[in-house]
């Protein structure tokens, strides 16, 4: 059961780097043929080159969103098994506790609280085995996406907003300098 949980996850790791590949190969789907942004055609601020830089935005909004959906339905299962963990734990201990109870009417029932003792144990084993599947999902589910959401996306996204704010200033820094040169034309 060990095995195949790990190889579960290590197959759906590979799927998902997989359908994800390297960050600049996102927009080859779209744009057949383009792996990557050129820094060398940047310096020439060309539309082209805006229109490329805008695709490579909308790609990385749709993987930032995709991301987050996906981290949001994997927290989700995360904390179903967890407190499926808590629920069959408190079931077991409620079972052994059985014997201390005290019934009015009733008596010691010896083949009723063989039972119940037989199956706490049962309910102990499926206990444990569903913390070791919430441990599991921790480390092979959970830690990864949010590494890759916290690490690579927040590093992409800050990016672009550096990108944005130089570009924003290289704009207002060509506006001045053709307002000067025209003002130097109209004083000649």
Known sequence: LRNLEWELS???????????????DAPAAAMPGIEKLPIEETLEDSPQTRS?????????AAISNYCTQLYQAMHRIY???????AATHLTSRLLKEYDKQRFPLGGDDEVMSSTL???AKVIDELSSCHAVLSTQLADAMMFPITQFKERDLK????????????????????????????????DK
């Open 117 to 119: 003792q037989q199956f």
């Open 52 to 60: 490329l830089l805008g695709v490579f935005e909308e790609d990385t």
């Open 155 to 186: 590093e992409i996204l800050t990016l672009k907003e550096v990108f944005q704010i130089a570009s924003d200033d290289h704009d207002t820094a060509i506006n001045r300098y053709s307002r000067l040169s025209k003002k130097r034309d109209n």
């Open 10 to 24: 290590d197959r759906f790791v590979v799927c998902f780097v997989r359908r994800l590949g390297p960050i600049s």
């Open 79 to 85: 904390d179903a098994q967890n407190e499926l963990s």
